[in-house]
């Protein structure tokens, strides 16, 4: 995948600034070529060289070939992925062979019983070695695909393993599947390859994010959300959960004879990386040649210990005879291959005691009751509270206090109780009664009938206040620096924070003379409250917790206005007609614009010096900045920066009027240079022709 690399990044520079001076022909071809070297990359390696707006160039410039000359267009072209048609009735198809289980081990005992039990069957010596190839055991859904002429032409669900749904436009959606991939490379025409659909953790959770914050029904976990978006009608439905899929297998291989080819193959090793190698995605964290089972072992149990880490659900590692010709001898039973085996992860279960239920007010006053248990040891983490979430899920597990309860780490994060152990109850337990008023306020709670939560509606609730400051204060939201949790809490108890508008009335003097301060430890969290006033205004949006609206919310809503106070003139159906916004987002912003104190409240922030203006990164249009002396310039930032991300400082120019590029050349303007700046700094230097700043150099430009 790699050869041509130079000759399509140096394209993808001359298409991007406008230099290609070749015909539409060929420009069609290498747009192909580029946008798909691009999305492997992105995709699969997870080592983008472009930048997504740049991508996204490359992507349109295509689209627009492809629409002059529409007799030109490849198969299966990029531009295909998009817009795909829904599946009213998923055919049946036969897999080209069937679609085994696994059979499960469970314990070093299980895995050396495999491994005698192979030596057995193909008549070696217990005391060899044999080696094996052991990956991570997915917990997705299954899915085969079927690429002939190098084009997918097929894919399908496991469904019961000798037959499934046809799943091709929605596979077709899943932008680490390649569209095309060179199997005539090895020979082969047509070509079977099996292996699983998955979501990250960390697109899970994204996922779930933005249906909290469209009032839609949340996702369980990360295996259901997958299996689901296979299956589901719309393609744009699975292109939304951002899932990935990892091939483990080749199950069958034909030339153009129609000759059985499968053993181009020698090892199952081996075969995963050739596959790799043509831009398959392939299981690459986690995946080991072992030379004998006690590697296997060792290997297994590695991987038990450290599976949180790992970036995907995973339930277990599957263990694979590594010698294609070993694996034919000694075939497989109805149900599992006799050559391979899955070694289960141990449920992560334990019991302890429910001790009592405190119930913790949020920052928009719901109430959630926390469960504080007998510490019990879980995985290698001490648990001793858990969420009990709402009413509903204590009355529906009928949880008591004093129960055993059985306890269990959720995709290795979020501790939860399963059940209680009823048959150990002595008869002192006792009923958990959810209180009927704020535990800060007093307030008696009200529960909507859409919500599952009780919630306090004292807007001055001192503690949903405490809450709001500690999350407007935080990373997410204003990120002042230094303004934890617990600085806030003893300013709250002091009485100088009853309101988001005290934060900037602090005064620098008074914080010095607290115990635990100093005269530069008050300076500092000065500087960083001061910072924070000219936070791009999605931040403040963000930070005032107004229901659903997220991060990603905030952003969308500042997109097209001018300053804050805009959303006070908005009507609830200007609001909706945002692309992604709700009506239930919609209906909260709505709301919260209408309340005079609100509104009160962000003027008296204006008048302390917070930014209301989309001036810095909210707007992707700027038009007052066209004497800014970034407006028009093409810039790149290199090395480490200390006082931003650099995708913070790569907004912070766009929004300024610059253009982001990703290489030095005659064409960039200037190079901001990080700590650490390697091979770009010397190139600058060498070209002569371009500026090179300091960060701090930088932030005084953006300042100005
Ligand atoms: S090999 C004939 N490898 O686990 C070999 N399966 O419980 C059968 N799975 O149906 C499949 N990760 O959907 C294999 N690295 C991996 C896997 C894997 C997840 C799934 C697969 C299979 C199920 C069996």
Known sequence: MNENLNEIV??????????????????????????????????????????????????????????????????????????????ENARQIGHLRPMLSLANSYNEHDLLDFDMQIKKLLKINVEDDIEYSVEPKYDGGGISLVYEDDQLIRGVTRGDGASGEEITNNVKSIRSIPLYAPFSKLGIKIIEIRGEAIISAENFKKVNQKRLEQGEPLFANARNAATGGLRTKDPKDTESRKMDAFIYTVSFAADHQNNDVLDTFKTQFETISAIGRLGIKIPSEGRKLCRNIREVIDFCHLWQEQRGQFPYDIDGMVIKLNRIDYQRQIGATAHHPRWAIAFKFQAKQAATRLLEVEYQVGKIGSITPVGKLEPVSLAGVTISSVSLHNEEFIKSRDLRLGDMVVVERAGDVIPYIVKPLTDVRTGIEQEIIFPTSCPSCHTPLVRQESEAAWRCINPNCPEQLKQRLIFFASKDAMDIDGFGKSIIEKFVELGWLKSFTDIYRLKEDKIAQLEGFGKKSAENLIAAINKSKSNPIHRLLHALSIHHVGKKVSKLLVENIESLFDLSKASKEDIETIKDIGPIVAQNVYNYFREPANIEMLRELESLGVNMQAISGDRKVISDNSNHYLYGKTILFTGTLHRMGRKEAQEKAEALGAKNLSAVSSNLNILVVGENAGSKLKKAKDLGSIEIWSEDEFLQKIEN
């Open 10 to 87: 140096n394209f993808s520079r001359q298409v991007l600034q406008n230099e290609v001076a070749i015909n539409d022909a060929q420009k069609l071809k290498l747009l192909v070529d580029a946008i798909r070297f691009h999305e492997w990359r992105y995709y699969i390696l997870n080592e983008p060289i472009l930048s997504d707006t740049e991508y996204d160039f490359l992507f349109k410039k295509l689209e627009e070939t492809e629409k002059i000359h529409p007799s030109w267009k490849v198969i299966n072209s990029p531009t295909d992925r998009v817009g795909l048609d829904i599946t």
